[in-house]
């Protein structure tokens, strides 16, 4: 995928992707495809509960008990 070689994502990086839209998803898997650890970050419970589905580690950004720089950093 395009994001992917552009990115130069490796299996030892750490992904953050902010949005689960479709191109949000798209980059998330190609990055894990590759090995990477992937969080993804969104809004929408369906959109959430289907990265969670695909095996991407999620975070809710209305979650304002747990932010998205702490996630990233746990």
């Known amino acids: 995928m ?3 070689k552009v990115a130069d994502v490796k299996s030892d990086d750490r992904v953050v992707v902010i949005g689960c839209g479709i191109r949000g998803l798209a980059a ?9 650890n992937v969080v993804i970050s969104g809004l929408e419970e369906d959109r959430l509960s289907l990265a969670s ?22």
């Open 2 to 4: 395009w994001g992917r």
């Open 28 to 36: 998330a898997l190609a990055a894990k495809e590759t090995g990477a």
């Open 53 to 74: 589905s695909l095996g991407l580690e999620v975070v809710d950004a209305k979650n304002t008990s747990l932010p998205l720089h702490k996630a990233v950093r746990s």
